[in-house]
């Protein structure tokens, strides 16, 4: 998720964040690129053939799937510009032009349709996305800063969020920034990311490194997301550290309700949302501007209400150029509306009475959906596919409609879910037209968590075309091939390392616990199937 960087709490970042964008396009070696945000990985059906149109019109005619749920375009031309960014505003997909790089939002991706998890994090989403849109300030954010929302389940929770958000069972939420957690009610989680968010520019601009992320800020600046939640109007309480998750609350195997889905971390409320400050209409300031020394008080949300679809439409893959070709439009004629104020009155404290199953005990995190049909009788179905090395055809993409709920959610592990089928027997039909059509189906598949970097002939510093040379091999754990030591879209956790190093030659390691193990074998194959079945072996490199 980190494009290969290491954390710069001993450096300076000395230039502006270069992060493509989808009207900022640039330079690659097979044309121009497009990176387009997708909160919560969500698309609606229109939106979709947008993208597919985009592709094939304006594109090489593919769509790469990044490492945070995002979409790609490559071999755009470079007076396409114009014409790409009117056919997504068109489709809805850029509510704010000014903030088009800022809407890193992460959520659960199954939530809301297999019954397992504490609230509907896509709606969590779509107000996030909603406020970020509606501050001037929050332009100041990164492209790579990034919102993690996990509904309790725990499959993004480990992400690598700057704010992490995570549903607990009776209605409460974590808040997660660098060390420090908070509980607070699940309905202001939104709003909470946002005060969090402004809290870590006033830190990083304090600190003077130009810190893009939270693991950048150097050693002795810290978020201070007490005071920042307090200036927002927002009750919370703390979680001591041997009450704060590793991962996230664990989520029982079993639907919402049923017996063995008890209470994780059981939090009673003694009154309804916090109110916060009427000063929070000087929350914007020009774009361009730093963010205000301290968080602005951020509004109450407005009711969230219709289907879980997108508002409008971890560092992550593919490339990053260095130039950028186009600068962002100018401001939108309608730009989004401000929040609404709070309804007054005084908040309660939260009080956490004692629970059987406390939160401290630091369950491990889920794993991704695996592809198959999820949900039941009950709340319906819905597919999940992957697409080996996170690549797609216009074609491939097409085959993913029509989508019965009305939408598709992109996953962080380059996959989808399409929701909204009635019944079983339609959605094992669609599972296997999507395997007819080069999906990953099989959740047996050696291809699934297999990644790889754009590599040759795409990008300049890579030493092999990594796409065509990867080998599945065979084991649990996930594997990465890369082009150059930068590693671009590189997994988080323990996972086996495929690293060009030129003349079609690869080093082969297994990345696990902050430690590194080369693995050596008589051929790729062999030598990547070693590393994804163990965790420590010797030796060095492997040829094709």
Same mark, same amino acid.
């Given at each position: 998720?980190?494009?290969?960087?290491?954390?710069?709490?001993?450096?300076?970042?000395?230039?502006?964040?270069?992060?493509?964008?989808?009207?900022?396009?640039?330079?690659?070696?097979?044309?121009?690129?497009?990176?387009?945000?997708?909160?919560?990985?969500?698309?609606?059906?229109?939106?979709?053939?947008?993208?597919?149109?985009?592709?094939?019109?304006?594109?090489?005619?593919?769509?790469?799937?990044?490492?945070?749920?995002?979409?790609?375009?490559?071999?755009?031309?470079?007076?396409?510009?114009?014409?790409?960014?009117?056919?997504?505003?068109?489709?809805?997909?850029?509510?704010?032009?000014?903030?088009?790089?800022?809407?890193?939002?992460?959520?659960?991706?199954?939530?809301?349709?297999?019954?397992?998890?504490?609230?509907?994090?896509?709606?969590?989403?779509?107000?996030?996305?909603?406020?970020?849109?509606?501050?001037?300030?929050?332009?100041?954010?990164?492209?790579?800063?990034?919102?993690?929302?996990?509904?309790?389940?725990?499959?993004?929770?480990?992400?690598?969020?700057?704010?992490?958000?995570?549903?607990?069972?009776?209605?409460?939420?974590?808040?997660?920034?660098?060390?420090?957690?908070?509980?607070?009610?699940?309905?202001?989680?939104?709003?909470?990311?946002?005060?969090?968010?402004?809290?870590?520019?006033?830190?990083?601009?304090?600190?003077?490194?130009?810190?893009?992320?939270?693991?950048?800020?150097?050693?002795?600046?810290?978020?201070?997301?007490?005071?920042?939640?307090?200036?927002?109007?927002?009750?919370?309480?703390?979680?001591?550290?041997?009450?704060?998750?590793?991962?996230?609350?664990?989520?029982?195997?079993?639907?919402?309700?049923? #017996? +063995?889905? &008890? %209470?994780? *971390? $059981? =939090?009673?409320? @003694?009154?309804?949302? !916090? /109110?916060? #400050? +009427?000063? &929070? %209409?000087? *929350? $914007? =300031?020009?774009? @361009?501007?730093?963010? !205000? /020394?301290?968080?602005?008080?951020?509004?109450?949300?407005?009711?969230?209400? @219709?289907?879980?679809? !997108?508002?409008?439409?971890?560092?992550?893959?593919?490339?990053?150029?260095?130039?950028?070709?186009?600068? !962002?439009?100018?401001?939108?004629?309608?730009?989004?509306?401000?929040?609404?104020?709070?309804?007054?009155?005084?908040?309660?404290?939260?009080?956490?009475?004692?629970?059987?199953?406390?939160?401290?005990?630091?369950?491990?995190?889920?794993?991704?959906?695996?592809?198959?049909?999820?949900?039941?009788?009950?709340?319906?179905?819905?597919?999940?596919?992957?697409?080996?090395?996170?690549?797609?055809?216009?074609?491939?993409?097409?085959?993913?409609?029509?989508?019965?709920?009305?939408?598709?959610?992109?996953?962080?592990?380059?996959?989808?879910?399409?929701?909204?089928?009635?019944?079983?027997?339609?959605?094992?039909?669609?599972?296997?037209?999507?395997?007819?059509?080069?999906?990953?189906?099989?959740?047996?598949?050696?291809?699934?968590?297999?990644?790889?970097?754009?590599?040759?002939?795409?990008?300049?510093?890579?030493?092999?075309?990594?796409?065509?040379?990867?080998?599945?091999?065979?084991?649990?754990?996930?594997?990465?091939?890369?082009?150059?030591?930068?590693?671009?879209?590189?997994?988080?956790?323990?996972?086996?390392?495929?690293?060009?190093?030129?003349?079609?030659?690869?080093?082969?390691?297994?990345?696990?616990?902050?430690?590194?193990?080369?693995?050596?074998?008589?051929?790729?194959?062999?030598?990547?199937?070693?590393?994804?079945?163990?965790?420590?072996?010797?030796?060095?490199?492997?040829?094709?």
């Amino acid at each position: 998720m980190n494009q290969g960087e290491s954390p710069i709490r001993d450096r300076i970042r000395d230039r502006g964040d270069a992060c493509p964008g989808a009207l900022r396009l640039h330079r690659a070696d097979d044309g121009a690129l497009a990176r387009l945000r997708l909160p919560a990985g969500l698309l609606t059906a229109r939106q979709a053939l947008a993208l597919a149109d985009a592709a094939e019109r304006l594109a090489d005619g593919n769509l790469s799937v990044t490492s945070r749920g995002n979409i790609e375009l490559r071999g755009l031309g470079e007076s396409c510009g114009g014409e790409l960014s009117a056919l997504l505003a068109d489709a809805g997909l850029l509510p704010s032009e000014h903030h088009e790089r800022v809407r890193n939002i992460v959520a659960s991706p199954s939530a809301g349709l297999d019954r397992l998890g504490h609230a509907d994090v896509q709606l969590w989403a779509r107000e996030l996305d909603r406020l970020l849109c509606g501050q001037d300030w929050t332009t100041a954010l990164s492209g790579r800063f990034l919102f993690v929302l996990d509904d309790g389940r725990g499959d993004v929770a480990g992400l690598g969020g700057d704010v992490t958000l995570i549903a607990e069972s009776g209605g409460t939420a974590q808040i997660r920034v660098g060390a420090g957690v908070r509980r607070l009610p699940g309905p202001d989680a939104p709003r909470a990311a946002l005060a969090a968010a402004g809290a870590f520019l006033a830190a990083a601009r304090e600190a003077g490194n130009g810190a893009w992320r939270v693991t950048e800020l150097p050693a002795g600046r810290s978020v201070d997301l007490a005071e920042a939640l307090a200036a927002a109007g927002l009750t919370t309480e703390p979680v001591t550290p041997d009450a704060s998750l590793s991962g996230c609350a664990s989520v029982a195997r079993t639907p919402a309700g049923s #017996a +063995s889905a &008890a %209470s994780v *971390a $059981s =939090v009673v409320f @003694g009154a309804s949302a !916090p /109110s916060a #400050a +009427s000063a &929070a %209409s000087a *929350a $914007s =300031v020009a774009p @361009g501007v730093s963010a !205000p /020394s301290v968080p602005v008080p951020v509004p109450a949300p407005a009711p969230v209400s @219709g289907p879980t679809v !997108p508002v409008s439409g971890p560092a992550e893959q593919a490339s990053e150029p260095a130039t950028p070709i186009s600068d !962002p439009a100018p401001a939108p004629t309608n730009p989004p509306l401000a929040p609404t104020d709070p309804a007054p009155g005084p908040a309660e404290p939260i009080s956490a009475p004692p629970d059987p199953t406390p939160a401290h005990r630091a369950p491990a995190t889920a794993a991704p959906p695996a592809p198959g049909v999820i949900g039941d009788a009950g709340s319906g179905y819905a597919v999940v596919v992957s697409a080996r090395l996170g690549r797609v055809s216009a074609a491939q993409w097409r085959a993913l409609l029509p989508a019965p709920g009305g939408e598709i959610r992109v996953t962080p592990w380059r996959g989808f879910v399409v929701p909204g089928f009635a019944d079983e027997a339609a959605a094992r039909e669609r599972l296997r037209a999507l395997a007819d059509a080069g999906f990953l189906t099989d959740p047996r598949s050696p291809w699934l968590g297999v990644g790889a970097c754009t590599g040759r002939p795409g990008c300049a510093k890579s030493l092999a075309d990594v796409r065509a040379d990867a080998v599945p091999g065979a084991g649990g754990l996930p594997v990465h091939w890369s082009g150059c030591e930068r590693r671009c879209g590189h997994p988080r956790g323990d996972w086996v390392d495929v690293l060009a190093t030129g003349e079609g030659r690869y080093e082969v390691s297994v990345r696990t616990g902050g430690t590194t193990a080369p693995v050596s074998g008589k051929t790729l194959t062999e030598t990547v199937t070693t590393a994804r079945t163990t965790s420590a072996t010797t030796t060095t490199t492997a040829t094709r």
